[in-house]
């Protein structure tokens, strides 16, 4: 009677750290790895860059670099007005101080985002909607389109793509980037 063969045991592969994981790989592209100098050490460091929507609509020739421009100061002014930020407590808390005072700069900031929404039909819109979520909370354009709806019906993912280019070239006239006359 012939014996039982033992499987051999295989050490697991070991993940390359150096790279990003599979799992990120998955939900975007990066962009070639850049050698620097780190400030601090001055030891030589290899950064990736994830790409976002915006840069990579920019890359394809799908929207105008105004149009990116206006996208980036919008997500300037979404970040400086801290409507991306989490909520949380205070670990020191001193007795007759407030908690929910926000600076000047993040009035501002917000007025600005306000009057941007109200330039993209105010933030129930198609636009107003994309442009808060995919420019400002940095959705993807398709995670935006399946948790948005109209009418009971989901957006299509070019459609999504074509509210996005919109969004983005009422944002650079909003903004002054592009002239009134050749929009018209």
């Known amino acids: 009677m012939a014996g039982r063969r033992r499987a051999k045991r295989t050490a697991p592969e070991r993940e390359d750290l150096s790279k990003p994981s599979p799992w990120r790989l998955q939900h975007g592209g990066f962009g070639a790895p850049v050698r620097e100098a780190d400030p601090e050490t001055g030891t030589p460091v290899q950064h990736r860059r994830a790409v976002d929507t915006l840069g990579l609509m920019l890359a394809n020739g799908t929207i105008t670099p105004e149009m990116h421009e206006a996208g980036e100061i919008f997500r300037g002014l979404f970040r400086s007005a801290a409507f991306d930020g989490m909520a949380t407590s205070q670990l020191l808390r001193i007795p007759g101080t407030r908690v929910d005072t926000i600076s000047m700069q993040q009035v501002e900031s917000r007025r600005r985002v306000a009057a941007a929404l109200d330039a993209l039909g105010g933030h129930d819109s198609p636009g107003g909607s994309c442009a ?53």
């Open 132 to 184: 808060w979520f995919v420019i400002g909370l940095e959705f993807s354009v398709r995670e935006w389109a399946m948790r948005q709806g109209w009418a009971g019906r989901t957006v299509h993912g070019p459609v999504g793509q074509g509210i996005l280019v919109a969004a983005l070239g009422t944002l650079a006239m909003h903004f002054g980037l592009t002239p009134r006359s050749r929009a018209a």
